[in-house]
Protein backbone atom coordinates (compact mmCIF):
# COMPACT_ATOMS: atom_id res chain seq x y z
CA UNK A 1 0.00 0.00 0.00
CA UNK A 2 2.90 2.33 0.80
CA UNK A 3 4.04 2.08 -2.55
CA UNK A 4 0.62 2.69 -4.20
CA UNK A 5 0.26 6.17 -1.63
CA UNK A 6 3.68 7.06 -3.21
CA UNK A 7 3.22 6.00 -6.92
CA UNK A 8 -0.75 8.30 -6.62
CA UNK A 9 1.55 11.42 -4.52
CA UNK A 10 3.57 11.37 -7.77
CA UNK A 11 0.55 11.06 -10.42
CA UNK A 12 -0.87 14.34 -8.47
CA UNK A 13 2.30 16.17 -7.84
CA UNK A 14 2.42 15.87 -11.88
CA UNK A 15 -1.03 16.79 -12.62
CA UNK A 16 -0.11 20.15 -10.73
CA UNK A 17 2.92 20.62 -12.34
CA UNK A 18 1.04 20.21 -15.62
CA UNK A 19 -1.89 22.54 -14.52
CA UNK A 20 0.76 24.71 -13.24
CA UNK A 21 2.54 25.05 -16.89
CA UNK A 22 -0.83 25.41 -18.64
CA UNK A 23 -1.60 28.39 -16.27
CA UNK A 24 1.86 29.78 -17.14
CA UNK A 25 1.33 29.58 -20.36
CA UNK A 26 -2.75 30.94 -20.52
CA UNK A 27 -0.68 34.26 -18.75
CA UNK A 28 1.97 34.27 -20.82
CA UNK A 29 -0.30 34.63 -24.24
CA UNK A 30 -2.40 36.64 -21.88
CA UNK A 31 0.60 39.37 -21.33
CA UNK A 32 0.92 39.34 -25.28
CA UNK A 33 -2.00 40.34 -25.65
CA UNK A 34 -2.82 42.64 -23.49
CA UNK A 35 1.02 44.56 -24.79
CA UNK A 36 0.10 43.70 -28.50
CA UNK A 37 -3.89 44.06 -28.24
CA UNK A 38 -4.23 45.59 -31.94
CA UNK A 39 -0.82 43.72 -33.78
CA UNK A 40 -1.67 40.52 -32.00
CA UNK A 41 -5.98 41.03 -33.43
CA UNK A 42 -4.91 41.78 -37.00
CA UNK A 43 -2.49 38.62 -36.61
CA UNK A 44 -4.61 36.03 -35.46
CA UNK A 45 -7.42 36.95 -37.92
CA UNK A 46 -5.40 36.30 -40.64
CA UNK A 47 -6.01 32.83 -39.85
CA UNK A 48 -9.79 33.19 -40.17
CA UNK A 49 -12.18 31.58 -42.79
CA UNK A 50 -15.22 33.67 -43.57
CA UNK A 51 -18.27 31.66 -43.32
CA UNK A 52 -19.28 31.66 -47.60
CA UNK A 53 -15.48 29.72 -47.95
CA UNK A 54 -15.74 27.59 -44.90
CA UNK A 55 -19.51 26.23 -46.56
CA UNK A 56 -18.13 25.97 -49.47
CA UNK A 57 -15.15 23.81 -48.70
CA UNK A 58 -17.07 21.55 -46.46
CA UNK A 59 -18.01 18.26 -47.51
CA UNK A 60 -21.17 17.21 -48.33
CA UNK A 61 -21.48 14.18 -45.97
CA UNK A 62 -20.57 16.54 -43.01
CA UNK A 63 -23.10 19.01 -43.57
CA UNK A 64 -25.60 16.03 -44.27
CA UNK A 65 -24.91 14.72 -40.64
CA UNK A 66 -24.48 17.72 -38.60
CA UNK A 67 -28.50 17.26 -38.11
CA UNK A 68 -27.18 14.53 -35.83
CA UNK A 69 -24.34 15.72 -33.98
CA UNK A 70 -26.46 18.51 -32.65
CA UNK A 71 -29.05 16.16 -31.54
CA UNK A 72 -26.69 16.26 -28.95
CA UNK A 73 -27.89 19.33 -27.68
CA UNK A 74 -31.30 17.22 -26.08
CA UNK A 75 -29.71 14.23 -23.73
CA UNK A 76 -26.72 17.06 -22.90
CA UNK A 77 -29.85 19.39 -21.43
CA UNK A 78 -31.86 16.51 -19.74
CA UNK A 79 -28.63 15.30 -18.39
CA UNK A 80 -27.55 18.37 -17.04
CA UNK A 81 -30.55 19.17 -15.46
CA UNK A 82 -31.30 15.49 -14.13
CA UNK A 83 -27.25 15.82 -12.72
CA UNK A 84 -27.90 19.09 -10.93
CA UNK A 85 -31.23 18.35 -9.50
CA UNK A 86 -29.81 15.08 -8.15
CA UNK A 87 -27.01 16.25 -6.07
CA UNK A 88 -29.37 19.55 -5.30
CA UNK A 89 -31.93 16.65 -3.62
CA UNK A 90 -29.41 13.99 -2.57
CA UNK A 91 -26.25 14.89 -1.41
CA UNK A 92 -27.67 17.05 1.60
CA UNK A 93 -28.99 13.67 2.39
CA UNK A 94 -25.55 11.85 2.54
CA UNK A 95 -23.55 15.04 3.67
CA UNK A 96 -21.64 14.88 0.37
CA UNK A 97 -20.19 18.12 -0.61
CA UNK A 98 -21.85 18.97 -4.67
CA UNK A 99 -19.74 19.24 -7.60
CA UNK A 100 -19.62 22.94 -8.25
CA UNK A 101 -21.43 23.21 -12.11
CA UNK A 102 -19.27 26.12 -12.78
CA UNK A 103 -16.45 23.77 -12.39
CA UNK A 104 -16.89 22.43 -15.76
CA UNK A 105 -18.46 24.79 -17.58
CA UNK A 106 -16.00 26.89 -20.05
CA UNK A 107 -16.91 28.58 -22.82
CA UNK A 108 -13.79 30.84 -23.54
CA UNK A 109 -12.91 29.53 -27.05
CA UNK A 110 -15.37 31.96 -28.54
CA UNK A 111 -13.22 35.40 -28.07
CA UNK A 112 -11.03 33.81 -30.49
CA UNK A 113 -10.85 35.92 -33.18
CA UNK A 114 -9.52 33.63 -35.99
CA UNK A 115 -12.59 31.71 -35.52
CA UNK A 116 -15.59 32.16 -37.56
CA UNK A 117 -19.52 32.21 -36.29
CA UNK A 118 -19.65 28.40 -37.24
CA UNK A 119 -16.53 27.45 -35.43
CA UNK A 120 -17.46 29.38 -32.40
CA UNK A 121 -20.64 27.94 -32.35
CA UNK A 122 -19.43 24.09 -32.70
CA UNK A 123 -16.68 25.36 -29.80
CA UNK A 124 -19.21 26.12 -27.35
CA UNK A 125 -21.53 23.15 -28.50
CA UNK A 126 -17.90 20.96 -27.58
CA UNK A 127 -17.40 22.87 -24.45
CA UNK A 128 -21.31 22.63 -23.20
CA UNK A 129 -21.16 18.47 -24.11
CA UNK A 130 -17.77 17.88 -22.70
CA UNK A 131 -18.75 20.31 -19.55
CA UNK A 132 -21.76 17.86 -19.10
CA UNK A 133 -20.06 14.82 -19.63
CA UNK A 134 -16.95 15.78 -16.74
CA UNK A 135 -19.75 17.40 -14.36
CA UNK A 136 -21.44 13.99 -14.62
CA UNK A 137 -18.98 11.87 -13.93
CA UNK A 138 -17.65 13.63 -11.20
CA UNK A 139 -21.14 13.29 -9.65
CA UNK A 140 -21.29 10.02 -9.98
CA UNK A 141 -17.93 9.94 -8.34
CA UNK A 142 -18.60 11.18 -5.79
CA UNK A 143 -22.28 9.09 -5.30
CA UNK A 144 -20.20 5.92 -5.72
CA UNK A 145 -17.07 6.87 -3.47
CA UNK A 146 -19.90 6.95 -0.95
CA UNK A 147 -21.93 3.77 -1.37
CA UNK A 148 -20.01 1.50 -3.19
CA UNK A 149 -16.07 2.03 -3.12
CA UNK A 150 -14.88 -1.36 -4.16
CA UNK A 151 -12.70 -1.53 -6.97
CA UNK A 152 -13.37 -3.80 -9.92
CA UNK A 153 -11.71 -6.74 -10.12
CA UNK A 154 -10.81 -5.71 -13.78
CA UNK A 155 -9.08 -3.03 -14.92
CA UNK A 156 -11.26 0.22 -15.67
CA UNK A 157 -9.88 2.38 -18.15
CA UNK A 158 -9.99 6.18 -17.72
CA UNK A 159 -10.85 5.21 -13.98
CA UNK A 160 -11.94 9.08 -11.88
CA UNK A 161 -9.24 10.68 -9.83
CA UNK A 162 -11.31 9.09 -6.66
CA UNK A 163 -11.05 5.03 -7.80
CA UNK A 164 -7.28 4.58 -6.80
CA UNK A 165 -8.31 4.93 -3.18
CA UNK A 166 -11.01 2.45 -3.09
CA UNK A 167 -10.59 -0.66 -1.28
CA UNK A 168 -9.56 -3.88 -3.06
CA UNK A 169 -11.81 -5.88 -4.66
CA UNK A 170 -12.48 -8.71 -2.64
CA UNK A 171 -11.12 -7.33 0.87
CA UNK A 172 -14.17 -7.47 2.94
CA UNK A 173 -12.48 -6.30 5.99
CA UNK A 174 -11.00 -3.17 4.61
CA UNK A 175 -14.13 -2.40 3.27
CA UNK A 176 -16.03 -2.55 6.91
CA UNK A 177 -13.36 -0.92 8.39
CA UNK A 178 -12.73 1.52 6.23
CA UNK A 179 -15.81 2.98 4.28
CA UNK A 180 -17.20 5.19 7.01
CA UNK A 181 -13.27 7.04 7.13
CA UNK A 182 -13.43 7.27 3.39
CA UNK A 183 -16.87 8.54 3.17
CA UNK A 184 -15.01 11.39 6.03
CA UNK A 185 -12.59 12.20 3.14
CA UNK A 186 -15.07 14.18 1.33
CA UNK A 187 -13.92 17.21 3.91
CA UNK A 188 -11.37 18.17 1.89
CA UNK A 189 -14.31 19.08 -1.12
CA UNK A 190 -16.31 21.38 1.25
CA UNK A 191 -15.74 25.05 1.39
CA UNK A 192 -13.80 26.57 4.85
CA UNK A 193 -15.97 26.26 7.97
CA UNK A 194 -17.88 22.78 6.70
CA UNK A 195 -16.66 20.32 8.87
CA UNK A 196 -19.86 17.81 8.71
CA UNK A 197 -19.43 14.21 9.01
CA UNK A 198 -21.78 11.74 7.07
CA UNK A 199 -23.31 9.31 9.42
CA UNK A 200 -22.79 5.52 8.83
CA UNK A 201 -25.12 3.26 7.19
CA UNK A 202 -27.54 1.26 9.94
CA UNK A 203 -26.34 -2.22 10.38
Not at 95 to 117: C, G, H, Q, T, W
Not at 140 to 160: D, F, G, L, S
Amino acid sequence: MKQLDELLARIQALQEDLEAEYRERREELERKRLELADNFLRQQRRYKIGLFRYLRRTRLLVALTSPVIYLGWIPFLLMDLFVTVYQAICFPVYRIPKARRSDYMVFDRSELPYLNLIEKFNCFYCSYGNGVAAYTREVAARTEQYWCPIKHARRVHQAHDRYPHFFDYGDGEAFRAGLARLRRQYERDRPPGKTDTPPDLPE
